[in-house]
């Protein structure tokens, strides 16, 4: 799990520069519906709903939707096709189709106009935050609503291209440092029937600051607060250094109950000096194969300790990690290697979903805050046993970015001679 943490860590580093355009307009979304008679059906914006989230299959629209869990009925059994399509329920069926679950805890700060008790409220709650939806839930939709909510659902607002493109211009990788700091939580969601002992079940309090000097040096410091039910909190102090193209961690050392150091193998890492020049040298934030993956919406501006900001929401979901990997590292060039370690990495992956808010400088377009919620879940099994992990859900609020920083990192004399960690190239499994 370490190294599928890293390497995953790393590919959304490497792909949160974005994606944008309109893969289906508005009007050939609603190409689909056969008779246009100012109400939309369950089962018009099924079809809507398929062709404009890229959904694969050779089933039906509402087959493809019902066995994704996506569509699923009314308390009588029956998924009522015919009947008209409220707001409410085209934004659950959206919703559900980009990873949330019903269940999924609502984001702070934020209510719908509906009550905490309702079903939706959750999934309506989250759609409202990132600038989705604003008007009555219960209002039924006719075709033209339906195709201009899916579009821009599943579409980037152009004007936060502009955005995006003007902070590529102003932030330049080439001898800058940046300290960021961070806090966030940790739910681990252990899968029903598997044995998990050892697993936490509780929430994992984490604090974090990472220190940048780009290209190539990088020093991060994380401490977890982790809490069984039942048992006194546990706390786990990390601390990672990306030094000459080598990454180290110290980490606790279960057997010795101490923490020690670990050197990554070098094979398993690109030369990221490299990879980072190659991303500074993109003609463009938008590259064209992440536009599946990606979406980004602009509320606005807002007022941030006194400043004025750009608030920019993001989110998306990723099913087949391996064409997301290759559409992500392919942009930088020769990443064979890094896309085959990424490749296995993410087999024990179902999917991942992820919600944020960015808030961007209006003067310098520069990141001042951001907050993130991602929501992974794992495979039933991996290497023929029974995974015990089910999902994993993370929040991460970036509550500092400290840009020109005075960072000298230096690594650790300790950690020079640190032993390998005995991984290799083509298994997940840390040899013990």
Do not use: C
């Amino acid at each position: 799990m370490r190294k599928i943490t890293f390497l995953l860590a790393l590919a959304l580093l490497l792909t949160i520069a974005g994606t944008a355009g309109a893969a289906t307009t508005a009007d050939e979304l609603l190409s689909s519906v056969d008779e246009k008679d100012g109400m939309l059906t369950r089962g018009e914006f099924a079809k809507m709903l398929v062709t404009a989230a890229g959904m694969k299959g050779d089933e039906p629209s509402v087959q493809i939707l019902t066995e994704g869990g996506i569509l699923k009925g009314y308390p009588d059994g029956e998924l009522h096709l015919e009947q008209g399509i409220n707001r409410l329920e085209a934004v659950s069926l959206a919703a559900r189709s980009l990873g949330l679950t019903d269940a999924i805890v609502p984001p702070p700060g934020v209510s719908a106009p509906l009550d905490k008790n309702h079903w939706g409220y959750n999934l309506y709650a989250w759609f409202t935050r990132q600038g989705l939806v604003t008007d009555n839930p219960n209002e039924l939709l006719t075709e033209e609503q339906g195709a201009a909510f899916l579009q821009k659902v599943f579409t980037t607002d152009p004007e936060v291209v502009s955005i995006l493109e003007a902070s590529q211009a102003k932030t330049s990788i080439q001898n800058q440092s940046v300290q960021t700091v961070m806090s966030g939580s940790m739910k681990m969601i252990p899968r029903a029937g598997v044995e998990t002992e050892g697993l936490p079940t509780s929430v994992i309090n984490l604090e974090m600051v990472q220190e940048m000097t780009l290209p190539d040096k990088l020093h991060q410091t994380a401490n977890m607060m982790v809490q069984a039910a039942g048992e006194e909190p546990t706390e786990i102090a990390t601390e990672m250094y990306m030094v000459d193209g080598e990454v180290y961690q110290k980490m606790p050392d279960a057997e010795e109950g101490i923490a020690k150091w670990y050197r990554f193998p070098k094979d398993l890492l690109p030369d990221m000096e490299q990879v980072f020049k190659k991303a500074e040298q993109q003609s463009s934030v938008i590259p064209p194969e992440l536009e599946q993956f990606l979406h980004y919406q602009l509320l606005g501006t807002t007022e941030l300790n006194g400043e004025t900001v750009y608030e920019v929401a993001f989110y998306g979901r990723v099913d087949d990690f391996n064409k997301f990997m290759q559409a992500a590292l392919g942009q930088f060039g020769d990443s064979q290697q890094l896309t085959q370690s990424m490749s296995n990495a993410a087999s024990v992956l179902k999917s991942m979903s992820y919600w944020g808010i960015e808030y961007l400088g209006t003067d310098d377009f520069l990141p001042r805050s951001a907050d993130y919620t991602a929501l992974v879940t794992y495979q039933e099994q991996f290497n023929g046993q029974p995974m015990p992990l089910e999902a994993l859900q993370t929040y991460m609020k970036v509550e500092e970015y400290n840009y020109d920083a005075d960072i000298t990192i230096e690594l650790p004399e300790e950690a020079v001679n640190a032993p390998v960690l005995p991984i290799s190239q083509n298994s997940l499994e840390t040899v013990e």
